[in-house]
């Protein structure tokens, strides 16, 4: 069977970057254990290369979404810790049973359907404000965890990357019902809940977006580094006559005659098209190659006047600064990350 050609795109990962991230994270942690959430496959970087070197500085407890996922790396784990967010449907127990990984419980229907398949080793989550997941507090008495072995006690913060008075009050009720779970540990602090200080530590932290290069608060922009640099080739190079429109809608036109290069990627790749006439690539002498028109399915157009050098078959980076990406386009960085598609070959450093 013949092999197919190198892609076109590459997502260049920084390992040294991820594990620099995740020990910075988990020194702002203080006494607290660092963990590490891993779903969407690892922020879309690739979960059992993240978990192969996260292992590697010290991080002993994952976090997956989905059984799903559990089962993909739970081979990577070795003696760590895995845990399942979203607890255990009734579709799920032959795996969650089977499998050495733990759910988090979110419902009394959740607590009493592992309790009644054994009440092996689990954890809980309490909503203490965000009404998403997790037990309601009036739900929470000594009484319903009486036959489970509970490790972790956890809720999430709902605003943790703002100065509200909300992560206070979620800090206290959750201070308050963890104890009543008879959890060996405690755990609130996501990322931006890290930087917020000693008293959202509690024995656990889980950051995720931090981990990989995203700035979930001013501290963090200036202390956590860039992993994901993508890279693209140039399909073909090509003059823009002055006058004359580029892309879907003709919402770019040239002011004069100018240099434009087409690039393989667009928002199947997860490029979405909030970067259409605002995003910019950069050449290697760091020249800014700005997007010309919307973003489409498969490429993009971009400005490389600049440039004349550049050629069919030359590649050049994709600016992907998370914050500052974030705000070009008016996505979050959660989605700038974990949209990154599958057409993407993903080469570590």
């Not at 009394?108 to 309490?126: T, Y």
């Not at 809940?193 to 656990?204: P, Q, R, V």
């Not at 998370?322 to 993903?346: C, P």
């Amino acid at each position: 069977m013949m092999l197919p050609p190198p892609a076109p795109l590459v997502l260049a990962l920084d390992s040294i970057a991820l594990r620099n991230n995740w020990r910075l994270l988990a020194m702002r942690s203080g006494e607290a254990t660092c963990g590490a959430a891993v779903k969407a496959n690892g922020y879309g970087l690739g979960a059992v290369e993240v978990v192969h070197h996260l292992k590697a500085v010290g991080c002993r407890d994952f976090f997956v979404a989905t059984w799903a996922e559990a089962v993909a790396i739970r081979p990577h784990i070795g003696e760590a810790r895995l845990a399942v967010l979203h607890g255990v449907r009734e579709e799920d127990m032959a795996i969650a049973t089977s499998l050495d990984a733990a759910p988090v419980l979110n419902s009394p229907e959740q607590i009493k359907r592992w309790r009644e398949a054994g009440g092996g080793r689990c954890h809980v989550m309490i909503d203490t404000g965000m009404n998403r997941l997790g037990l309601d507090a009036n739900d929470v008495k000594a009484s319903l965890f009486e036959g489970l072995d509970v490790d972790i006690a956890m809720s999430h913060l709902a605003c943790a990357d703002e100065e509200h008075p909300l992560n206070a009050v979620q800090a206290m009720i959750f201070g308050s019902l963890g104890k009543k779970t008879g959890a060996k540990r405690l755990s609130l602090a996501n990322s931006a809940g890290i930087f917020l200080g000693e008293k959202y530590m509690f024995d656990l932290t889980r950051p995720g977006l931090s981990i990989y290069g995203g700035s979930s608060c001013m501290e963090a922009e200036f202390s956590i580094q860039q992993v994901v640099r993508p890279r693209v080739q140039i399909l073909q190079r090509r003059t823009v006559r002055g006058g004359e429109s580029v892309g879907y809608g003709a919402t770019y036109s040239a002011d004069r005659q100018r240099e434009a290069a087409v690039l393989n990627i667009g928002y199947a790749d997860g490029y979405l098209r909030g970067f259409s006439n605002s995003g910019y690539c950069t050449a290697d002498d760091g020249s800014v190659l700005p997007v010309m028109g919307r973003v489409s399915m498969d490429l993009i157009v971009v400005d490389v006047e600049e440039r004349k050098s550049l050629a069919e078959g030359d590649w050049v980076e994709i600016a992907f600064d998370l914050s500052q990406a974030s705000m070009v386009s008016g996505l979050s960085q959660y989605e700038l990350l974990t949209g990154m598609g599958s057409r993407f070959e993903r080469r570590w450093s």
